[in-house]
């Protein structure tokens, strides 16, 4: 078995099933390159009571390492309520008949190299246009 079966059947993640089977409070050993993982159906049981017991010690901060910032709680906030308010607009917009508006996720990695795809191409039709006119690149 590995470390995904293992994990369905202790009830975890198998993140944090390898994450204990790294510490000091387990008795298994990696197999092979890459810290890799062999099990067999006896070895569940006392698998489970090790991750409960190693798990029973993690403190909620060990557990969850990152703080919650105010900060960040506030630019969540401000950016709920601008996408509220946008939300408002186009709908008012959508109401008076004109074509709703749909902005791509420039977060999206695909979306991103379209538009890097669409700007270069642009660049590059001013440059050829700046070049046809005979100017120089400092002069555009």
Not at 13 to 25: E, H
Not at 68 to 74: L, P
Request: aromatic share 6%.
């Amino acid at each position: 078995m590995d470390t995904s079966a293992v994990a369905s059947a202790i009830g975890t993640d198998p993140r944090t099933l390898r994450r204990f089977l790294r510490s000091s409070q387990s008795a298994f050993q990696a197999v092979g390159c890459g810290a890799r993982y062999d099990f067999t159906e006896e070895d569940i049981l006392p698998i489970r009571e090790g991750f409960i017991r190693w798990n029973a010690q993690r403190t909620p901060s060990v557990i969850n390492s990152r703080p919650k910032s105010s900060a960040r709680i506030e630019i969540l906030d401000s950016t709920k309520a601008r996408r509220d308010r946008d939300e408002q607009v186009w709908a008012e917009e959508a109401a008076a008949g004109t074509l709703p508006i749909n902005l791509p996720n420039i977060h999206h990695p695909r979306v991103r190299r379209y538009v890097q795809e669409v700007a270069r191409r642009q660049e590059n039709r001013l440059m050829e246009m700046v070049m046809a006119a005979g100017l120089h690149i400092t002069q555009a």
